[in-house]
Nanobody, 125 residues
Framework: VQLQASGGGLVQAGGSLRLSCAAS????????MGWFRQAPGKEREFVAG????????YYGDSVKGRFTISRDNAKNTMYLQMNSLKPEDTAVYYC???????????????????WGQGTQVTVSS
């Protein structure tokens, strides 16, 4: 099982980026999928996630209203559209998949079994 995150880069404050996470090795259409981020010197933080059924989405308070998570099951790919980016959004962004994740664990790192390698997002002021 492999997760490949991409789409990071350098953007000015107020700009947008779209991250992608392509999964291979198995189908994740019935798995929870999530994005986390980690800034230097800080703990990994939940950004956004899907429930296993895909019917519910969850967002971290700091990104609510600015970021949108989506998935294309046919392509086994998840996306994170990030708008109105702020310097405090600067971090390495990780995608994760949890075939067994229960709803109460969607916001927790411990709820996921598979992780991508991370993609750097840098927002300049």
């Amino acid at each position: 099982v492999q997760l490949q995150a991409s789409g990071g880069g350098l953007v000015q404050a107020g700009g947008s980026l779209r991250l992608s996470c392509a999964a291979s090795g198995r189908t994740f259409s019935s798995s929870a999928m999530g994005w986390f981020r980690q800034a230097p010197g800080k703990e990994r933080e939940f950004v956004a996630g899907f429930s296993r059924t895909g019917g519910f989405t969850y967002y971290g308070d700091s990104v609510k209203g600015r970021f949108t998570i989506s998935r294309d099951n046919a392509k086994n790919t998840m996306y994170l559209q990030m708008n109105s980016l702020k310097p405090e959004d600067t971090a390495v962004y990780y995608c994760a998949v949890g075939p067994r994740t229960i709803t109460s664990m969607i916001r927790s790192e411990r709820g996921y079994d598979y992780w991508g390698q991370g993609t750097q997002v840098t927002v300049s002021s």
